[in-house]
C-alpha cells in the first residue's frame, strides 16, 4: 500500500494506493503551526473511512509519498536560518544586484528587495578564477579562516558559498569547504558548484543560499516526519515530491532542501501529463490547478515537462530567482477566493486580493464581506448549497447575494446573476492571460493542447477558459481535486545531473564532450544501484543547454544518444536544435552553428508498477438530485441536469447545461458543452461553443 | 471631458464589465507582441537589455495599449508615427507594414526602428495599428555605436532614416529597402535577425486582433476604446483634483560635451498642478536653441520625459494611454534643444541624457509642490559599466563590438520607500537586465574584477537614493576600446524635499602598477593587457531631509558597509556604536542641533 500527501496552503490532500491499485482520495484542513499533524490527521480520516485503526493502516504501507510547501512557508515568512554568504572578492553585492529587471514601470511603491542573504553577513573572499579554469589569484585561506571567526561570532547557523568559475575549477570551493568542516564543524554548508552547477554567478549563489538556509530547518521537519511516522506505525519508505517533479528519499532531501522549494505544484503536470495520453491520447497539455487563492499553470510539451531555472521566490523581479532547475509552473493570484470590486472610475475587477481561507468567500459564514468567485458560482446555482465538500459546510446563498447585490450589481448597474456572471467572465480572463503567458514562452499553441483542469474549483469556469484558448477538449480527473497527490503517486524516483562543457558546432571537442556524459553517466548508474535498488525499471535521458552564437539564453535539446561516437551524432543534434528552436521560438536558422554550454543526465527509477490511477467505486454519500436552477449567460435560468460524478458508468454522456458533482468538486457545464466519462475516471468534456 | 469626469462621482455611465474584459484583451495582445519580439530577437539590445516595446492605436492614432517596457519609448511618439503613416500613405492595405525611425516624424531616435502595421478589416477600413519598436544594435551611424553625442547635424551623425516607409505589400517583403540597409548597417544578420523579429512581433499583433474582432465585433471595439479613454481620463481627473495647487520650476543640466556650451545644457522645466480644471502643465519653451551635437530631443522623446516626471509622480494605477494623456499639457518650441527639432539637428542620443534632464526636474518638482508625492532626481548615464566595449577575440581571431550591461544603479528616493536600486536612468525604469560576470567573461576576452556598490554614493534623505556602483574590468589576451559617454560627472543627481544630492559619476584608467590615470567623462579609451578601467556611475537623489530618516535604517545601511559610520554621524545625525548599535542619546543630541531642515555637511 501507498500513501501520497500533499500539504498545501489550505488543504491536506491523501491518496491511498491499495494493493490492488485502487485508489482512495481524502482531504483534511493544513495545519500550519505543525503541518505533521495535518498529514497524519489526512490518514485518521482514511483510517475512518476503512474503520481501521490508524495505525493499522499505516503498518500497512510500504511508501510514503509527501508534498509539502514547508520549505517555500518558510522562506517567505523569513523563517530560516541565519545564514552566511562567501563569495569572490569585488563581488559582494552579487545578491543585491540579481540580475536587474523590474515591473510596474511608474510604481515608485515597492522597496528594493534586500538580498537574501543581508550584506553584513556576506564575505568576500580574496581569490579569482578566470574563464578556462586559470587561477589568476590564488585563495587567501586567512581570508577565510577570519570569515569564518566573524561567522562564529555573528551566529551563523548555516553557509553557502559562490566563487567565480567554480563551474569550470572547483579547487578554491572545494577547499574553503574543507576548511568550514574543520572549524566550523557541524554548521552545515552549501557549495554552490555541487548544488548548481550553471554558469550565470547569481543563479548559482541564490540557489546555493537559499538551500543552505534551508538545511538546519528541512533537516529537522524530514527527521520529524520519519520519527513520527515510524511512531505512528509507518515502517516503509519515505519519500518527498521535489521541484523537478521527480521524488527522492526523506532523508536526500534534507540534505539539499532546495529540491523541496517546489514541491507539491511541480506534481500536477506529472498527473496531467498521464490523464492526456490515457483520456485523449495527447501529447501537449495545459494542465491547471485552482485552488482557493492561486491558480497554478504548467505544461506538457511533446510528452515532456517544460522546467525553467526562473523561479521567483515571490512576485517576478521583486524576489529573488532561485536559479535553480524547476517545473516551469506560472502561479497567479486568482482562484475561488478571489475578491470582485468596482472601482471608483466604474471598472470591475476580480483579484488578486483573495478573501484567502480565513474569512473566505461570504457564503462560508465565517465574516467574510468582500464578494468571491465562489460567491458568483453560488449565486448562479452551480454550486450546491447543501452539498458543498460533500455537503460538510453548508453554504449562505442569500449572504452571497447580497454582498454581490452592493458591491458588483449596483454599481455595475446589472442584475445579480449578470454581475455574478460578469465575476466569472474577468476571472475567467485573469486565468486565461496567465496560461497565456507561459504557453508563449513555452511555444505551445493552446488550441493544439487539451486543458486538464485540476484542484476542487477548477469546474467552476475551466470550459470556458478551454473556449477561449481554443482548446477543444477538457480533461477533469477524478482524482483532480488532489492532482498534485496523484502526480506524486505516479512519480519517479530521479537525480538531475548538470556539467558545464563550453563548446561550439564549429569547433566541436567529442572527447571532451564524451568525457562529461560518461562522468554524468557514472553518477546516474550509482543512483540506479544505489537509491534505486529495487526499482521496477530505470533509465536515463541525456541533454545538452545550447543556443545559437550571439544568443545569451540557452534552450534543452534531448541527445539522441548517450555519446558522440561520430560527427552524424553531431549533425543529429543540431537538427534538433533547429527543431526545438523553431518549436518554442517560431523561427530557426539551419545555417547557424550552435553554442553548447552545459551537458545533463536525468536518471529515472520507476517505482510502481501500474500506471494507472483510478478511483475505487464508492457509494455516494449524501443527497443527490436531478436537477437545479442555474444561471447561464446565454439562456438565463434553466433547469440543469445534476449528476454525481461517481455514479457515471465509463462511456456514459451528458450534455450541458449541466452540472456534475461530487464530494471533492463541481464540473460546470454551460449549454453546448458534451461530456463523456472516461476509462480512468475522468470526465472529459468536448467544450463546444 | 467634464461628463467623464461626473460620471466618477456617480455610479459610472460606462460598461465596467466590459472595460475590465477587453482592456485585458488588448494588453494580452501587446504582452503577445512583446513575447514574440524578445524570444525571436538575436541581439543582446533586445534579449538583454529589452530596449524595445509594443503598443495598439485605435484608428484616430491614439495610444490604447501598452506592453510594460521602458517609459521613454511609448508614451507619446507611437501615435506620431502612426499619424505620419496615415499621412505619406493615405490608402492603407491589409498586407501593409512600415518601417519607421525619422525622429522628425515621430520616431524617438533613429536607433529605434519601429514596424507599424496598420489593421484592416474585411471592408478595407483601417481599424488600429499594432506597433513594434525596437533599439538596433547598430543603425548604420558614422561610428560603431547608435548613440552618436557629438555629431553636429543628421548627416554627420550617419544613420539611415526612414520616415514610414513601406517594407511589406501584401505581406511580401520590399527587398530593394533590405538590401539598403545590409549595405549600411553593420552585422547586418544580426539588424536582420531583429528585423524579422519585429515583423514577427506587428504581424502576430494583427492576427490577434483581427481574431478578437470576429469574436467580439469591429464597431464594439471601436465603442471600447473611447469609453476605455474617457475612463482613463476620468481616472486621471480623479487624481489630479485632489492635488495642491502649484507651479514650480527647476532646472538640471547635462554636463558639457563638444558640442554643447561650455556650461553643458541646462533645462528649465516649470510645471503646473491646476486641481480646479483637472489639469498639469509642463513647459518647456524657456530654453536654449538645438545645439550642433547628438544630445537634441526629438518631440517625441520630449513629451515623453516630460510625462514620465508627472507619471511617475502620481498614483501609478491610472492607465497610461491617449485618454489619461488628454490631462497632462506639455509645452514645447520649435528648434528648442528639449523642443521640436528642425532636420538636420541631430537627435542621436535623444532617449538617455538630457531627456532625463526633462524627467527628473519635473518629478523633483512635483514633490516639492506636495509632500507624499513626486521623486528625487534619478542618476544620468553611460558611463564605462555600461559603455561599447570593441576589439579583436584572439582567441577566435574574430572582431567584437558590444555595449555592456554590467550596472548602473541610480534610482531616486521616493515618497515612502528607498530608491529602487537599478533604475538605470530614469526613462528606462529599471527595466533593463544586467550582464551576467561569467556569460561576458565568457563572450568577450575580458576579466571584470569589480562590480559593487560604492559607498557613501546615496543620495541621503528620508528615503535615500541609491548608491552608486563601482565596476572595474580590463582585457584579457589582448587589447580593447571602451566608448562612453558619461553624464553626472559635474551635475550628479539632485535630491528633493531637503533630501540630498546622489554621488556624481567618475571613470579612471588603472595601470599595470596600480596607478590611477583619470579619464574624460566622454571618449573612447584603449586598454593594454593588463590595464583596467574603473567606472563608478551616479547616485540618485534623496526624498525628504536625512535627518528625519528612521535611524534602523541608518544603521542598516552602515552595517552593509554602505554608508560610514562617519556620514550617518555627519549627514544622517545617527550615532552608531562600534558593536552596530545605536546610540539613542548622542543621536538625539546629533539631530536636536542639526534642526528639522537637513544634514550640516549638504
Redesign the interface.
Known sequence: MRFAVDTGGTFTDLIVEDDDGALRMYKAETTPDDPIRGVLDSVQIAADDRGIDRRALLAKGDLFIHGTTHAINAVITGNTAKTAFLVTK?????L?????????????????PDPYV???LTYEIPE?V??DGRV?TALDEGAVIEAIGKMKAEGVKAVAVCL??SIVNPAHELRIGALLEQHMPGVPYTLAHVLNPT????RRASAATIDASLKPLMGAYMRTLASRLKEAGFAGRTLVVTSQAGVIDAEHGAEAPIHLLNSGPSMAPVAGRFFARVDEAAENAIVADTGGTTYDVSLVRKGRIPWTRETWLGTPFRSPVTGFPSVDVKSIGAGGGSIAS?D???????GPKSAGAVPGPVAYGRGGTEPTVTDASLVLGHLDADFFLGGTMKLDVEGARRAIRDRVA?????GIEQAAD?IL??AT??M??AI??IT??QGIDPAEAILIGGGGAAGLNSVWIARRLGCKQLVVPEVGAALSAAGALMSDLTAHHTAHF?TTSERFDRTGVNKTLAELEARCRAFITGPGQGSKQSRIEFSVEAR?P????EIEVPLRQPRFESDAALGAVLEDFHKAHED????S?PGSSIEAVSWSARVSCTLRASEDAKLAPSSPKGHTADRRRAFFAETGFVEATVKRFEMMKVDETIAGPALVESAFTTVVLPPGATAIRRASGSLSVDVGS | MATAAKQVAGASGFDGVRLALLSNRFEGICRKMANTLLRTARSGVINIAHDFSCSILTADCDLLAVAESLPIHVLVGPDQMARTMKEFHPVLKRGDAFLHNSPYHGCSHPADHTILVPVIDDEGRHRFTVLAKAHQADCGNSIPTTYNGTARDVYEEGALIFPAVRVQRDYKMNDDIVRMCQMRIRVPEQWWGDFLAMIGSARIGEREILALANEIGWDTLSEFATQWFDYSEARMVEVIKALPKGRVTRTSTHDPIPGTPPGGIPVNATVEIKPEAGIIEVDLRDNIDSQPCGLNMSEACARSAAMIGVYNSIDHRVPKNAGSHRRLKVHLREGCVVGIPKHPTSCSVATTNVADRISNPVQAAMAEIKDGIGLAECGAIFPPSVGVISGVDERYGRRYVNQLLLGSTGGAGAPSCDAWMTICHVGNAGMIRMDSIEIDELRFPMVITARVLQPDSEGAGTFRGALASFVEYGPLGGTMEVAYVSDGSINAAQGTRGGLKGGASNQYKLDRDGGQQPLPATGVIPLNEGERIVAISTGGGGYGPPTLREPERVLADVRSGWVTPERARDVYGVAITPGFEIDQDATNRLRGSMGPSGARSA
Open positions: 569585488g563581488h559582494g553585492d552579487m543585491v544586484f540579481r540580475e536587474g529587471g523590474r515591473i510596474e514601470p511608474f510604481n515608485f511603491t515597492v522597496p528594493y543581508p550584506r553584513w579569482r578566470l574563464y589568476m567565480l568559475w554558469i550565470r554567478e547569481y468596482v471608483r472610475g466604474g471598472m470591475l475587477h476580480v449596483t454599481p455595475l448597474g446589472l460578469a467572465k474577468v480572463e485573469n486565461v492571460q497565456m503567458s508563449v514562452n563550453f545559437y550571439n544568443q545569451v539564453w518554442i521560438f517560431a523561427v536558422d
